[in-house]
């Protein structure tokens, strides 16, 4: 429920709408990029202009949106940003409040070793670890559900040890990756798909055979 999101957060990043209103949040998990991206290039190789993932998520969410064509569907990426430059949602504060991931902040740390340092959070989810990506939002404001229940994300990292252990990695190691694996996982990113991650932007559409 919309209600959720918003009771964590300070009113500038409320999202706009009642508080019953039904919400869906998006994760890509590791198979995403053989299943959904690869074919979605092979198919649309001339009409990509951007980023191909960007897009791919984009075409897969345009199709839900036409499963429901007597509903409303408001659909928000987690890339896009407001005027403000905010972003339109906090997608990890839309996981772990949905249930999907949890997320582990500098709060969840008792004994805080890092003094005047910035730490950012992290997500884990309890199959995928760190392998694994929230996409987007996908808000019906015409169903209200009132009486839906509120799931807690599974808490894998639950030793102090551990958490400050991944939010070590993750906040200053975090291109070795060694922070997604700070739990036992059922799948991680392919070998191909880890190469195209780590390449920068401007240099993944040649790797995906695709000219500049």
């Known amino acids: ?108 740390v008792k004994l805080d070793p890092w003094g005047k340092k910035k730490i950012f959070g992290v997500c884990i989810h309890p199959k995928y670890g760190g392998w694994f990506a929230i996409r987007g939002l996908l808000l019906f404001p015409d169903i209200q559900v009132p009486f839906l229940e509120q799931p807690s994300p599974v808490d894998c990292v639950s030793t102090e040890e551990k958490r400050i252990e991944l939010l070590e990695q993750f906040n200053f190691h975090w291109q070795d990756g060694r922070y997604r694996d700070i739990i036992e996982v059922k799948e991680r990113y392919s070998e191909e798909q880890k190469a195209y991650f780590a390449t920068p932007p401007a240099e993944r559409l040649r790797l995906l055979g695709l000219s500049q």
């Open 1 to 108: 429920k919309v209600g959720w999101y918003n009771a964590v957060l300070q009113p500038a990043f409320h999202l706009p709408y009642p508080d019953d209103t039904l919400a869906f949040v998006v994760l890509s998990s590791p198979s995403m990029f053989d299943k959904a991206l690869k074919p979605f290039v092979n198919k649309e190789r001339l009409k990509i202009i951007r980023d191909p993932v960007d897009q791919c998520i984009s075409h897969h969410l345009s199709r839900v949106k036409e499963k429901f064509p007597d509903q409303r569907v408001d659909v928000m990426f987690d890339y896009e940003m407001l005027p403000s430059r905010k972003p339109k949602f906090l997608a990890q504060t839309a996981a772990h409040v949905a249930g999907a991931a949890y997320y582990y902040q500098r709060k969840d």
